[in-house]
């Protein structure tokens, strides 16, 4: 069992820059792949970044491809994501997910534990 908790989400100007955080319970965290799910209000959870296990794939959506970066600090049990370059359509509510297995996904049902979620706001 995993437990995940996301912070660092809020209100920033296009442009601007937010990092999220994502702290994970348990050990072994590096038997689990990440991934960064978004949500905007009305719309379907979709995909924006997932890491294996120990970190040396990475895959990111083509919206999001070259101003985000997912990385992670097994040691720490954390997993990242930086945000570059905001843009108004990168509103959305963020969640943290563990997969059960280390190779990385983009499959939203291939992850079987889920975060909270954080909110992001980008204004324009």
């Known amino acids: 069992q995993v437990q995940l908790i996301e912070s660092g989400g809020g209100l920033v100007q296009a442009g601007g820059s937010l990092r999220l955080v994502c702290a994970a319970s348990?050990?072994?965290?590096?038997?689990?792949?990440m991934g960064w799910f978004r949500q905007a209000p009305g719309k379907e959870r979709e995909f924006v970044a997932t890491i294996r296990g120990d970190g040396a794939i990475t895959s990111y959506a083509d919206s999001v491809k070259g101003r985000f970066t997912i990385s992670r600090v097994n040691a720490k049990n954390t997993v990242y994501l930086q945000m570059n370059s905001l843009k108004p359509e990168d509103t959305a509510d963020y969640y943290c997910?563990?997969?059960?297995?280390?190779?990385?996904?983009?499959?939203?049902?291939?992850?079987?534990?889920w975060g909270q979620g954080t909110q992001v706001t980008v204004s324009s």
């Open positions: 997910a563990a997969r059960g297995f280390p190779v990385e996904t983009m499959t939203v049902n291939d992850y079987a534990y």
């Open positions: 348990g050990r072994t965290f590096s038997r689990y792949a």
